[in-house]
């Protein structure tokens, strides 16, 4: 058996002032053609990784054709979509003959005139290779459409958040692709849109949050052979395109089409009844926060601001919180990270150990924020290559680009860098010879994935409710294209019965 596999995944947020271009993948993340994606995946527990595991096991002959991942960003050119999306079905010509195709997606990624572009590609996917199975992987943030789920035959999400199972999603979708070969035109979607868009702190599936009891109940329900696999979807609650909301997508044979409709139906509903626990979470102003953590004697203390979260395609150039710690006078050691590309050039050019007077921060997302002058020290400079370590996106290889850490006041370490750095694990700040253990205060921007790799090394952490485009009060942010009157919370008294939609 001979399948094709690729990556094409990227997150988007609608209110990001960048742009995403081939260049920025192949800077922050990874653009592999071919044999090249044998090499790069060495090592990584990302689902392709996990899909040829499965593939090696069971004998199937992988041909690689593109993949194409980088850290969250603004929303992508045309042109380099079409280029992608020309260049992937060009590969596949060239595999043939094919006995079927494996995609990693992420289900969030948006294109400048183009909502749902992973709809449009399964759907050109589907077209080139006629009824031979399709089978994708979809990030639990992805905004899942009909078009997806009526072009693709197999498609599963992690169901996890933080995704620690990038690896095990890509195993099972192997393992159904294997299991299911020559009766995949038997099955269906089982497809359910909620009117739903809610902020993240509160859906992580950790701990006694309620959303573990919501997707254990889900999982229950999947027997590998008549029930394939129930996913639920939290979506990326910034993009501002027509078709939005969580939804529950089953993938089921046919005779247990109605069975799975009442599974589906009875998890978007317990879905839709958590709406307002997700808008109850407490956070702290920056101030606050500082004035508690200084007050107690736990260290490292994690400083979280969701709403600056480069893995929510925010800018990650927020000084909310620098102005507060500089107002605060903090001679606690703490590690901050800035994305600012010109004072980087700036701190390259002075070398290590210049002293310097600069403005940081603020300049890429002017809409939410401003640059604080600061006068520093160089002390490290950095060309910006690492690895993930911990339990999410573990082994793949990421850059924050040319990265300076300014020391300012005596002990603020400002790791300033020129591409957005996602804070998942702490191995950014390790990397550059700051060593977690002995921050006091730790500076994270995440809504939730940090969890993971945080998970018994912070201390204590405070939320922060400062101002951002990947900020939780969602009623604050410009959004313009999304149906309001349909959707909660900006319809606050609406009422929603499941009706799932076979595909
Ligand atoms: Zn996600």
Same mark, same amino acid.
């Given at each position: ?11 988007? !947020? ?22 090249? =994606? ?42 380099? +979509? ?5 260049? #992937? ?15 990693? #997606?992420?289900? @969030? ?7 749902? %572009? ?14 031979? %199975? ?12 009909? $078009? ?11 169901? @996890?958040?933080?995704?620690?199972? &990038? ?48 997707? $254990? ?20 609650? *910034?993009?501002? =395109? ?29 879905? *839709? ?7 109850? /979470? ?50 606690? %050691?703490? +590690? ?34 401003? %640059? ?12 910006? $290559?690492?690895? +993930?370590?911990?339990?999410? /996106? ?27 750095? *996602? ?5 950014? +700040? ?11 205060? &730790? ?18 952490? /405070? ?5 951002? =485009?990947?900020?939780? !009060? ?30």
């Amino acid at each position: 058996m001979r399948y094709a596999v690729g990556t094409l995944s990227l997150e988007c !947020n609608s209110f990001s002032p960048e742009r995403t271009t081939l260049d920025y993948f192949r800077r922050n993340g990874y653009l592999l053609r071919g044999e090249e =994606i044998w090499d790069a995946h060495r090592g990584m527990r990302n689902e392709l990784a996990g899909f040829l595991d499965v593939c090696r096991r069971r004998g199937v002959e992988a041909v690689p054709t593109l993949a194409v991942w980088a850290v969250p960003h603004g929303l992508v050119v045309p042109e380099t +979509y079409a280029e992608l999306k020309a260049e #992937l079905l060009a590969r596949l010509r060239t595999a043939e003959p094919l006995d079927g195709v494996y995609l990693s #997606l992420h289900g @969030s990624m948006v294109v400048e005139g183009l909502d749902d %572009p992973e709809g449009d590609l399964l759907e050109a996917v589907r077209n080139a290779i006629g009824a031979r %199975p399709l089978v994708a992987t979809l990030d639990f943030h992805g905004n899942v459409t009909a $078009r997806m789920a009526r072009a693709a035959d197999i498609l599963v999400g992690y169901n @996890s958040f933080p995704h620690t199972n &990038l690896f095990e999603t890509g195993v099972k979708a192997g393992e159904l692709a294997w299991r299911h070969h020559g009766r995949t035109r038997d099955l269906r979607r089982i497809f359910v849109k909620l009117p739903l868009v809610a902020p993240m702190e509160r859906m992580t599936i950790v701990g006694d949050e309620p959303m573990v009891r919501l997707i $254990r109940d889900l999982e229950a329900g999947e027997d590998g052979d008549q029930i394939l696999a129930l996913s639920a979807f939290g979506v990326q609650c *910034w993009l501002d =395109i027509q078709e939005m909301g969580c939804s529950v997508l089953g993938v089921v044979r046919a005779e247990a089409a109605d069975r799975a409709s009442e599974l589906v139906a009875r998890t978007a509903r317990a879905f *839709w009844d958590l709406r307002r626990v997700f808008m109850d /979470f407490p956070f702290h102003s920056p101030d606050e926060a500082i004035r508690q953590g200084l007050a107690s004697a736990a260290q490292p203390i994690v400083l979280n601001e969701p709403s600056d979260n480069v893995g929510a395609g925010a800018t990650g150039d927020s000084t909310y919180l620098l102005e507060a710690l500089l107002r605060q006078r903090v001679k606690a %050691p703490t +590690y901050l990270p800035i994305v600012d590309p010109e004072a980087v050039a700036t701190a390259a050019q002075a070398g290590v150990g210049a002293e310097l007077t600069l403005p940081v921060g603020g300049r890429l997302n002017r809409r939410f924020s401003r %640059p604080v002058t600061v006068q520093g020290r160089v002390r490290t400079l950095f060309d910006g $290559r690492y690895r +993930y370590t911990g339990p999410m /996106f573990h082994g793949v290889e990421t850059s924050m680009g040319r990265t300076a850490v300014l020391e300012v006041s005596g002990n603020i370490f400002i790791e300033l860098t020129e591409l957005p750095v *996602w804070t998942i694990d702490p191995e950014h +700040y390790r990397c550059v010879g700051l060593a977690p253990e002995r921050a006091k205060f &730790l500076v994270v921007k995440s809504q939730g994935s940090f969890k993971a790799a945080y998970e018994g090394l912070a201390k204590g952490v /405070f939320y922060l409710d400062t101002p951002g =485009i990947s900020g939780s !009060n969602l009623r604050a942010l410009p959004f313009e294209r999304i149906d309001r009157a349909n959707l909660y919370p900006w319809n606050e008294t609406r009422k929603f019965e499941p009706d799932p939609t076979i595909l």
